[in-house]
């Protein structure tokens, strides 16, 4: 079955960087475009970032354009979020999200 499995989360400082992982398995992870979204503590979940199929086109939210950058490892079937100059507001659980299946979500939490 689908399986997508997020890691890398964690407490980091204002301005520190965080790399969050996802590994997908139980489809053909090269022919699908991969997301992440987050979702904070009382609002709704929010897409953060997209990359299609191969890695040639990525898409972000404007709140964090610029900071964050997704990428994708055909051959280890995993899709990253490399996250720079965080801040407090990007305070959230990270999930990606494929094929309509969704991870279990990884903590990041930004706070001096």
């Known amino acids: 079955q689908v399986q997508l499995v997020e890691s890398g989360g964690g407490l980091v400082q204002p301005g520190e960087s965080l790399r969050l992982s996802c590994v997908a398995s139980?489809?053909?992870?090269?022919?699908?475009?991969m997301r992440w979204y987050r979702q904070a503590p009382g609002k709704e979940r929010e897409w953060v970032a997209s990359i299609d199929n191969l890695g040639g086109t990525t898409n972000y939210a404007d709140s964090v354009k610029g900071r964050f950058t997704i990428s994708r490892d055909n051959a280890k079937t995993t899709v990253t979020l490399q996250m720079n100059s965080l801040k407090p507001e990007d305070t959230a659980v990270y999930y990606c999200?494929?094929?309509?299946?969704w991870g279990q979500g990884t903590q990041v939490t930004v706070s001096s």
């Open positions: 999200e494929g094929l309509g299946y």
């Open positions: 139980g489809f053909t992870f090269r022919l699908y475009s």
